[in-house]
């Protein structure tokens, strides 16, 4: 399973920008899904995942500012970030685990990654 992330950028602080990572590959079912940041200096750190029930987790940093979900008919994770802060800075990488089809097998991917700049 590849996944490809998009809508990183440039924001301003208070800014709303909202990631996508789609899924694709050849008979495989996704369980969950979600997104990692890394800020130079720092350690990778889970920002939100979702469950293929739906079911969602938040880092304490994303809890009230950012919602995750998921098109599983697209096999697409969005992240919306709401009221963004400098500190929000990062590559925001998407990752997803995943069996092939009638495998009970877990395996990960992982996104290349996008970049999110907060600032003014």
């Known amino acids: 399973v590849q996944l490809q992330a998009s809508g990183g950028g440039l924001v301003q602080p208070g800014g709303s920008p909202k990631l996508a990572c789609v899924a694709s590959g050849r008979r495989f079912v996704i369980r969950s899904m979600g997104w990692y940041r890394q800020a130079p200096g720092k350690q990778r750190e889970l920002v939100a995942s979702i469950t293929d029930g739906g079911s969602a987790n938040y880092a304490d940093s994303a809890e009230g500012r950012f919602t995750i979900s998921r098109d599983n008919a697209k096999n697409t994770v969005y992240l919306q970030m709401n009221s963004l802060k400098p500190e929000d800075t990062a590559v925001y990488l998407c990752?997803?685990?995943?069996?092939?089809?009638?495998?009970?097998?877990?395996?990960?991917?992982w996104g290349q990654g996008t970049q999110v700049t907060v600032s003014s």
């Open positions: 990752y997803a685990q995943w069996s092939f089809s009638g495998s009970s097998i877990r395996r990960d991917s």
